[in-house]
């Protein structure tokens, strides 16, 4: 189930707030438990019920694997580091089999010259973010970090379906304790406002902008290898703008829906481009996953405290600036099972390794010691837009040779027409009655028209990622009646608008 689809915004959520609120005033709490358990399971089950075999049988393992780590509680032996293991391998295993078994078919095929039939295995939804999410706290508890909670809350924590299907990637320690607060159990109209505001931002995020670019995205990518440079140049920026309006309008939507809940989830994106370098770009992009690899890749791999080689004349040690490289490369493979992905993170990790190098710093910035050369602010966050506009490429490129070509376009300055014909499918309703009028007058005006079009989206977007964000504009309250008639005329817009329900970017991860 989507949360921008009619079924999820009429049915599943006021019926999960009913029940959860109505269940927790009358004192059944764990009933309560169960039924926002099922009803999480329901928004699972919805995109194809054999996911729910998945999740329930992950859930089930990782319990036993804390009910067991609490048998050994008190044993000062090796079990619990062999229980570590186990789990590690148990959870990892299972996200191989269905993400990554037929890209290992395909490698060994090519390495060894067999011929082993691919599996074509069908990815279940989320399953990358509810196992990192279930890792946190398995691993936690063999380490005897985290507590054993029981069943019903443990549930609770890893369905909750606001965050289920494409994050934020939450973490035990900041969930559960929310969910046994019994005085977030009953409805906060504060919160619930909030929660209202950041869930009509998001829609609007995904609906209005993100759906609309990615019509000429999806039909450039069919036929990468036939733009020409101006056209690889604006379908980059359109992808570029569509990938943040579509996840972060996600997780905008996920934080309102949980705000509702009176539940607190951690942001996940904080103006990214507006960034002066990459390695601050990482700190404001999809948060939580860099959360996650630093606690259980970068800092188990010896962060930026091991190792005895420096790099000349500085405090930085090689092996910090390595396990940086490593923990991008693992991010890209995450991403998605294609080298396209790999690489990605690659060139990701390469540039943060350069940022902390300090070779050229930005003004403003802090640093862990004093940079070669300085650049303003702007030229930063110019040269950052630009790196990992680049970098998209592969992103979003089926083949490494296909993402080569488009970068190679961008500098030979061809032009063949191109563009006109892409840019044909940027489709919104708001947009008939232009090129209705456009195309009485001739044909020709129709392509200026579209032109004309997508100049003002990226106009606004680029105007929207220089703005207070959501996580700035959701929680004030200075005009409530101003602000509420906004906000009910945006949603109305919205919802007119869904004229074709679209999946979340994301959902692919």
Known sequence: MLFNSYIFICILLPVALLGWFGLNYFGHTRLAGLFLTGMSLWFYGYF??????????????????????LKLEDREGPERKILLVIAVLINLGILFYFKYTDFFIENLNALTGSDYALRHIMLPLGISFFTFQQLSYVIDRCLKRAPHYGLIDYMVFVTFFPQLIAGPIVTYDEMLPQFKDMSRRRIDKDNMRTGIRYFVIGFAKKVLIADTLAGPVNYAFVMPRELDSLTVVIVMLLYMFELYFDFSGYCDMASGIAKMFNIDLPVNFNSPYTSPNVKELWQRWHITLSRFFTKYVYIPLGGSRKGEMMIPGTDTRVRALVNIFIVFTISGLWHGAAWTYVLWGAVNGVLVVWDNLCIVGVRGCDYRRECKVYVP???????????????LCFFRSSTIPDALHLIRSIFTFNWNGK???????????????????????????????????????????????????????????????????????????????????????????
Not at 52 to 69: D, K, M, W
Not at 377 to 388: A, D, E, S
């Open 377 to 391: 602010r702007k030229l930063g966050q110019v040269f950052t837009f630009i790196f990992f506009l680049l970098s």
């Open 48 to 69: 194809h019920v054999s996911y729910l075999l998945i999740i329930v049988s992950s859930i089930a393992v990782n319990y036993i694997v804390s009910l067991i780590a």
């Open 419 to 509: 563009l006109f014909e892409v840019l044909g499918y940027l489709e919104a309703p708001e947009f008939y009655m232009v090129k209705q009028a456009a195309g009485m007058i001739s044909d020709a005006m129709v392509g200026y028209a579209n032109l004309a079009l997508t100049v003002i989206m990226l106009i606004l977007s680029f105007i929207l990622i220089t703005r207070p964000n959501s996580h700035e504009i959701a929680p004030k309250n200075d005009h409530p009646v101003r602000d509420g008639v906004l906000m009910g005329l945006l949603f109305t817009w919205c919802f007119i608008s869904l004229n074709q329900v679209s999946t979340f970017l994301y959902f692919n991860f």
